[in-house]
Every structure is written in C-alpha cells, then in structure tokens.
C-alpha cells in the first residue's frame, strides 16, 4: 500500500494534522506513508514518526492551478500511489492529487472539487481541526477510530526554569498589544523569581518584541530571540527547551503542545473548540470570555487593537504559568 497525503498550509495546521497521520499509521502499519508539504515547512516532516518520504511544494515555483497540476504529474512519474488524502479544502490541491494519478482520492466537499475526488465527504462542524482531518478517515474505513494526539519528537533537551514567551500573531486580533504584554512581562518576572525569559518571534516580529522590551525596561533581564533563530529546526529546539511556554493562538503553541511542552495559551477571537492546541494534558486556555464579539474568528479587531487579549488579567496568567513551575503566588 502506498499513500500520499496533502499536508495542510499553515504552521498549526500542519501539526494537528499529526494526529491524522499516526491514525493512519494504526490503520496501515506497513503501508509506505508520503506527505506533500510547502516549503517552509518541510522540516517538521523530519519530526513527524512514520513519514516515508515528503515532497516539498513551493508556491513560487508551482505557481497557480497550472503549478498544482504539474507537481502532481511530476509526482506521477516518479510514484503510483494507492490512496491520497487531501486535507487542505483548496481546489488547487484536489487539482495536484487528480494529476498524481493516485487510484483513490479522498477529500471533504469544498470549492466544486468532487469531481477530482473518488471519495468526497462533506466536513463535520463543529469539531476540532485533528478531529476533522481523522473524521476524514473514519468515513473513508467506515470505522469510528480514536484520535490520538499530535506529536512531534524529538524534544530538546529541557532547561529548567526556562520560560518560553510568544506574544506574536500573524493575524493583528490575535496578537498580544505592545501596553498589555509590557503589564504581562512585568508580572512575570516580579512574580516568578529566578525564572529565565526568552521571547520568540520572527524576523517580522523583531519590532513588536523590541517595542515591548524597551518600554517594560527589561531588556537586560529576557532573552530577546525573535528573528534570531535561523530556521524552523531552531525554533522548535528553542521552544522544546522550555519548562512552560506561555503563548498567544498561534502556531508555536501548536509547536509546543505537541512536544509535551507545558502550555498557557491565550485565546480571544480565535474559536479554542475549534483550533486550540489539541493535547489537554498539561495545558491552560485562558479566555476574557467577557465581549459578545468572542471568539469572532477574524484577523482584525473592530476595536483596532484587541480588547479579548486587552482585558485579560495578568494575574492569571502569572498564576496558570506560576502553576507548571510548582512556584505559588506572594
């Protein structure tokens, strides 16, 4: 048996689909496992156990419906496969598995894209996103499966006391305000004596990260990574050397939960029923819970800068991070 799957787009996305991918493992357990995935990514199919094989999709080079199609007939001609799975609900990619010539090709129903499906099914709501992707195999068995959690290995080796801080998103509503992380940071480092800091981010968050640094005065006292881990491989080895990761809905938490990274996730309008952090062993959500705006789901605040994360009491937060440290409040 020979199968390819079309891995999602997004950096969470991508690790919530490892749950998909260990149940396909469970079902197949010596079929030969291939996973497309997109440049930027492609360093965590070293991480994900079982891949065989994983071709690396770059958008600039495949470009448009054209693109998908010739990577799939490029695929085609090295490898004939048996099923392929596409997760992501784009029509490009129903397009790539159409020209892979895979025999089967199951995928839910989603910009008039049946026809490049043998088995199209129609996405259940509301359900978690691992959920989702391993619903998509149950209909496909006909068997109702468990869902394991997602998974990246290995973990770095851990540094005790180390918190791993991610005030970033790329979505403006999801990213913590310059004012509020500097009150947050604040608390953290009174309130958690003998703690090491160190901010994440990526080149594009230097600013944001640097901002908060320079009004909170604590410059000398955490670490500032952010731009300054070269690749994905570095970041991921960063955050997996944390005792507690605290972090705003973005992809790094999903990085850290599935390493068995204690988490304190923040959520405001994304929807944590939806797209949270799949492993509930060892991690806290925290949520205002307080706007009839929550969660809007959308990548801009009609308040401009984001009230759900504004509001949120530090206290807690300081509180949910203290816990996994086994420190108590003064």
């Known amino acids: 048996?020979?199968?390819?799957?079309?891995?999602?787009?997004?950096?969470?996305?991508?690790?919530?689909?490892?749950?998909?991918?260990?149940?396909?493992?469970?079902?197949?357990?010596?079929?030969?496992?291939?996973?497309?995935?997109?440049?930027?990514?492609?360093?965590?199919?070293?991480?994900?156990?079982?891949?065989?094989?994983?071709?690396?999709f770059d958008r600039d080079e495949w470009k448009?419906?054209?693109?998908?199609?010739?990577?799939?007939?490029k695929i085609k001609k090295e490898t004939r496969y048996d099923l392929f799975f596409c997760l992501p609900d784009?029509?490009?990619?129903?397009?790539?598995?159409?020209?892979?010539?895979?025999?089967?090709?199951?995928?839910?129903?989603?910009?008039?894209?049946?026809?490049?499906?043998?088995?199209?099914f129609t996405k259940p709501t509301p359900?978690?996103?691992?959920?989702?992707?391993?619903?998509?195999?149950?209909?496909?068995?006909?068997?109702?499966?468990?869902?394991?959690?997602?998974?990246?290995?290995?973990?770095?080796?851990?540094?005790p006391g180390q918190v791993i801080l991610n005030f970033n998103s790329e979505a403006i509503?999801?990213?913590?305000?310059?004012?509020?992380?500097?009150?947050?940071?604040?608390?953290?480092?009174?309130q958690i004596p003998g703690a090491g800091f160190v901010c994440i981010g990526s080149k594009k968050d230097r600013d944001h990260?640097?901002?908060?640094?320079?009004?909170?005065g604590l410059s000398e006292r955490v670490i500032n990574k952010a731009g300054m881990?070269?690749?994905?491989?570095?970041?991921?080895?960063?955050?997996g050397s944390g005792a507690v990761m605290l972090s705003t809905d973005s992809g790094p938490a999903h990085i850290a939960n599935a390493l068995g990274v204690p988490l304190v996730v923040l959520f405001g309008a994304g929807n944590e029923n939806n797209t949270a952090p799949f492993n509930k062993e060892n991690r806290v959500i925290l949520r205002l819970g307080q706007l009839p705006c929550e969660p809007c789901v959308k990548n801009t605040c009609i308040y401009g800068l984001p009230k759900c994360l504004e509001l949120l009491d530090e206290q807690l937060i300081v509180k949910a991070v203290q816990g996994f440290l086994g420190y108590t409040s003064v």
């Open 1 to 56: 048996m020979k199968i390819l799957v079309r891995l999602p787009n997004w950096l969470g996305d991508v690790v919530m689909s490892t749950a998909f991918l260990r149940t396909l493992r469970s079902v197949w357990p010596e079929a030969a496992i291939d996973v497309i995935i997109k440049k930027g990514l492609d360093s965590l199919a070293d991480l994900v156990p079982g891949i065989n094989r994983h071709y690396v």
């Open 64 to 73: 448009g419906l054209k693109g998908a199609y010739r990577f799939g007939k």
């Open 90 to 120: 784009s029509f490009s990619s129903a397009v790539m598995g159409w020209a892979s010539g895979a025999k089967k090709r199951i995928g839910f129903k989603k910009e008039l894209r049946s026809f490049l499906l043998t088995h199209s």
């Open 127 to 159: 359900l978690h996103r691992a959920e989702e992707y391993v619903f998509l195999l149950r209909k496909f068995i006909k068997q109702d499966i468990p869902v394991p959690g997602v998974k990246l290995e290995p973990r770095a080796p851990l540094i």
């Open 173 to 190: 509503s999801r990213r913590m305000p310059v004012h509020k992380a500097v009150t947050v940071l604040n608390a953290l480092v009174n």
């Open 209 to 216: 990260i640097g901002n908060i640094l320079t009004q909170s």
């Open 229 to 239: 881990t070269p690749g994905l491989p570095d970041l991921i080895a960063l955050i």
